[in-house]
């Protein structure tokens, strides 16, 4: 599938009627998945979330290319039904059967999908702009993680995020756009485990008697050469 705005017709969400800056370029060859209501998807800063309900036939299978990052949940599943996934370069496969199951594709991997007894599949899928990752955390952000395949993304709180991230998606009367924006900062921190660098352990300032002592020095000696080291000495510092 391929989100594209101006062509979603009566499946586009009204809420985005718009065109947001940032939009998912997935390229997909698939077969047997029909889709059976309409697509709902979101725009927020950097990320576009879509929801998709479809019906499967027997042995329905595709693959799926994007240069963006994204997030795929299962959000409703048949019993006895299981999503069989596959990454070729490296070597890594996943079966996703249950509500909540979760796989993060980094950009430029190709991923290979099979059903396995579905009959009918909801999910969802969180593309994230990578140039937008990198504009809202900085050095924060480690691009390694960023870059790493996790098939299946088994996170507890990650789940929880997500499962907002949709109940926002297809809801009739949407909230602020502030709440969907928080969420995927949220779901970004934690799915790349971004550190708050405010609270690294910073270079103590000097007391106030060390500094008392250094400008009196300053003062004493202000029309001699004054080195670093030698108030360091005075200070008892190295």
Not at 119 to 144: I, Q
Request: charged share 25%.
């Amino acid at each position: 599938h391929r989100l594209d705005p101006p062509n979603c017709g009566p499946q586009m969400n009204a809420s985005v009627a718009l065109k947001p800056r940032f939009l998912p370029r997935m390229r997909s060859t698939s077969h047997g998945f029909r889709i059976i209501d309409d697509l709902r998807w979101r725009s927020w800063d950097g990320a576009v979330v879509d929801v998709w309900n479809v019906a499967c036939d027997p042995g329905a299978h595709g693959e799926y290319l994007a240069p963006d990052p994204r997030l795929f949940m299962v959000l409703d599943i048949n019993p006895g039904g299981r999503l069989d996934l596959a990454i070729s370069d490296p070597a890594i496969h996943a079966s996703l059967d249950h509500l909540g199951a979760m796989a993060y594709i980094p950009a430029g991997t190709t991923l290979q999908l099979r059903a396995d007894g579905i009959d009918r599949l909801r999910h969802m899928d969180v593309h994230f702009a990578e140039a937008d990752l990198t504009r809202k955390f900085g050095k924060a952000l480690d691009l390694s993680r960023v870059g790493a395949i996790r098939l299946p993304a088994e996170d507890a709180r990650l789940a929880t995020i997500a499962r907002l991230l949709a109940e926002e998606c297809c809801a009739q009367d949407h909230l602020d756009s502030h709440f969907g924006a928080g969420l995927i900062d949220a779901l970004t921190t934690v799915m790349f485990d971004v550190a708050d660098k405010t609270n690294e352990q910073k270079r103590p300032g000097l007391s106030r008697s060390q500094l008392q002592k250094s400008t009196e020095y300053i003062e004493a000696n202000c029309f001699q050469s004054i080195r670093l080291r030698d108030i360091a000495s005075l200070l008892g510092l190295s």
